[in-house]
């Protein structure tokens, strides 16, 4: 059974539990540069690391599908919070890689859990998915509209990969992570700013669609990575420094930066304009690449998991993808 929605709003929001998953096949940047030699494209792992940071990926097997991933990524928050199924009221998946055209991936989710009744729906803000679904959680609980959310950021990015363009297959993975988030008399998240400006689609953009039972356009990912590297860098500095302003807070409030795992140099110059030392830097685009909407839970759990995040710890999430979106969301964990 669901549990009704609380007859007053609450104040806050707080993650209770947090979990993720990545598919068990890895690829290191040798294993693609392997993969590519054989269409006859040359990269290598020194170009690789030394543009992105990134030096592996993972990418699931044949079949496997967005809520394949998501599907333990919820059990493992889930059980992190103390809750079942039963409990949840509101289910958001962000996601560009839905298992199908519809229904949601949110959706097919709620089966697979056995959460059965309580609202579910697919987020589609590219790699700032995540931290726009976490918003639209903490925006119906606060509004007394649900009280156990479970927000999961969950992809397949392989399947939309062009393996004859090097310039972004080698960039982007698989996997899935999500968070508990729940009513709470006590914070939790103390601020959101969430932004879009879509004069940029053409820069990040997978341009194909399904029409008469036909793929229209080309359903691969395409980039302008210059172009997309140096709006990203302005928007996560300006997005940092309105929702730490909204809160009253500075940049030596927050104890961990875990911003969308793109690209490492984009991620020390938002840390180094934050005035933020490096050791705050929570970093997984090295083993995960660009997991697009699941990147920032995966890295949450990852931190928290591995024991860096502790409770009452102050959180500077921050997005930013096609859209072209960014947003930011600020919390005490
Ligand atoms: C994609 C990105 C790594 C490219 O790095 P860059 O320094 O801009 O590199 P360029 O595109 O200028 O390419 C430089 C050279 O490397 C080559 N190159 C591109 N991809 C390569 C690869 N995988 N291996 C080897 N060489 C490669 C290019 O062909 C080019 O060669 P040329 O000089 O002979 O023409 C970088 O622009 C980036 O990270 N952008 C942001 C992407 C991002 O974060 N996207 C997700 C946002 S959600």
Not at 22 to 46: C, F, I, Y
Not at 97 to 122: E, H, K, W, Y
Not at 150 to 168: C, H, K, P, Q, W
Not at 267 to 276: E, F
Request: overall charge negative; hydrophobic content about 45%; proline content about 5%.
């Amino acid at each position: 059974m669901n549990p009704q929605a609380p007859a007053m709003p609450s104040r806050y929001s707080r993650i209770t539990g947090t979990g993720s998953h990545l598919p068990p096949r890895r690829l290191s940047n040798a294993d693609m540069a392997a993969m590519l030699a054989e269409r006859g494209l040359e990269t290598s792992d020194e170009w690789i690391v030394e543009r992105t940071g990134i030096r592996a990926r993972h990418f699931a097997a044949e079949g496997v599908n967005a809520s394949d991933l998501a599907l333990p990524a919820a059990q493992a928050a889930l059980q992190a919070a103390g809750r079942t199924a039963d409990d949840v009221d509101l289910i958001i998946v962000a996601t560009s890689t839905p298992d199908m055209v519809f229904p949601s991936t949110a959706c097919i989710l709620q089966n697979r859990l056995g959460a059965n009744g309580c609202a579910a729906f697919d987020l589609q803000a590219v790699c700032s998915g995540f931290v726009y679904a976490l918003t639209v959680a903490d925006s119906m609980i606060r509004a007394g509209t649900a009280k156990c959310a479970l927000v999961v950021g969950a992809e397949v990015f392989s399947r939309i990969l062009d393996f004859n363009d090097r310039t972004t297959c080698v960039l982007f993975g698989d996997g899935a992570g999500a968070v508990v988030l729940e009513a709470s008399e006590e914070p939790g998240i103390l601020a959101t700013e969430l932004h879009a400006d879509g004069k940029h689609v053409g820069i990040l953009c997978v341009p194909g669609t399904v029409s008469g039972g036909s793929v229209l356009g080309d359903p691969l990912l395409k980039m302008d990575g210059q172009a997309v590297f140096k709006l990203a860098v302005g928007v996560l500095d300006s997005a940092a420094r309105a929702v730490l302003a909204k809160a009253g807070r500075t940049e030596a409030d927050v104890d961990w930066l875990i911003p969308h795992q793109a690209n490492i140099r984009i991620m020390q110059s938002t840390a180094k304009k934050l005035k933020l030392p490096p050791e705050k830097l929570v970093v997984t685009v090295d083993e995960h690449g660009n997991t697009s909407a699941a990147s920032v839970p995966l890295a949450l759990d990852a931190a928290v998991r591995s024991g860096r995040v502790q409770r009452g710890d102050t959180v500077l999430l921050e997005g930013v993808g096609g859209g072209f979106t960014w947003g930011a969301v600020l919390l005490d964990f």
